[in-house]
């Protein structure tokens, strides 16, 4: 369906993240920093429409890499966080576009159905899947 950039510096969860895109179908490009999928975007030759960003990323801050990739072409991003929702912590999210409906923000754990709705969602709103086909 997709070609998926996915942010996680937990091995263990970047791991899991995969096998749940796998099952549904995406192909998973996995990275363990904000660094590394700047650069493997830039090397990618498909196109990537969607990037599944860690909020918590030990060396990068996620929403600045949420940015960058937005900035370099990534059609949707989606966040995944653990529910954490300060003010200061929206405020972070709504700069990058989520009530825009620029940016989702999805919170931990990840159950499978919830990651297939979103990537759904942000396919069909980027054109990449049409109504008919995301039922």
Known sequence: MARVLLVEASPLQRWLLCRQL???????LPCG??????VRLAESRAEVTVALVAMGLPQDNGFACGSALRDAGVRAVL???VPRATDAWWARSLGLGVADGDATVLLRPLPLVTLQRALRSALTD????DDAQSA
């Open 22 to 28: 796998l099952a549904l179908g995406h192909e998973p």
């Open 33 to 38: 920093s904000g660094a590394e999928a700047l």
């Open 79 to 81: 966040l995944a966080d």
């Open 126 to 129: 980027v054109g990449e899947v």
